[in-house]
């Protein structure tokens, strides 16, 4: 039986697997064995071993977080973005109505967002895995939706779709605006029908990777 701490965690990150598409076009990750248990047994005593790993990817694999330095060559990448602004945030989950592709500004308007993590539940998430998560028609953040929730000072936006934009433009308008008003976007989330409404603490701390503006984060929520 879980106990009750475990029951008031809820994780909001897809399991990263060798090979597995997250975003149509980019690769996989590769992962394997950078030392084997039965090579470790050369150096260590009888009856211990150990097993090191090795994972090549690229930073947009999973559940990750991205900060200004993904789409601005100024901004704060990962080792600079304060992490204060990635743990611990108060949390609200935005429900659009169902089958609702562009979520524009009224659909938040009825939210307080002002210093809050602002989580989008589309339930494109049960795609996860199948071609028909990256093959197009999937729901995003549209440029007035991005505008306002910076306007109000949201914390951090996360979505449990392919993109917080729409991939079909090119000029990706809520990365704009919402990485250029230092507001973190989280992509790929699931299991945000587990959220309650309101009532919760959201975390998304990537490892502190200088040079990088993208990286994959163990997205979860501590209900209070």
């Excluded at 602002?118 to 007035?144: D, I």
């Excluded at 433009?169 to 605006?177: C, E, F, I, L, M």
């Excluded at 975390?203 to 209070?224: C, D, I, K, S």
């Amino acid at each position: 039986m879980p106990t009750s701490e475990q029951r008031r965690l809820v994780d909001l990150s897809h399991e990263i697997r060798h090979g597995m598409i997250t975003y149509p076009g980019l690769p996989g990750p590769e992962i394997g064995d950078y030392l084997t248990r039965q090579e470790s047994r050369e150096t260590y005593a009888l009856g211990t071993e150990f097993q090191i790993g090795r994972v090549t990817m690229i930073s947009n694999t999973g559940t990750y977080v991205d900060t200004p330095f993904h789409r601005f060559g100024d901004g704060a990448d990962l080792a600079r973005f304060p992490l204060h602004r990635l743990t611990d945030l108060e949390g609200i989950v935005v429900r659009p109505r169902v089958g609702r592709r562009a979520i524009d500004r009224a659909e938040l308007t009825p939210y307080n967002v002002r210093g809050r993590a602002v989580l989008v539940h589309t339930e494109w998430s049960r795609h996860w895995g199948t071609p028909e998560y990256g093959a197009g028609g999937h729901p995003f953040l549209t440029e007035e939706a991005a505008r306002w929730l910076a306007a109000e000072s949201a914390a951090l936006v996360g979505i449990d779709s392919l993109n917080v934009d729409d991939t079909a433009d090119g000029a990706r308008p809520a990365h704009t605006v919402l990485l250029g008003a230092c507001i973190p976007v989280v992509e790929h989330l699931r299991g945000l029908s587990q959220l309650p409404d309101a009532g919760f603490r959201f975390h998304a701390a990537p490892p502190a990777v200088a040079g990088m503006g993208t990286f994959p984060v163990r997205a979860y929520a501590v209900l209070t």
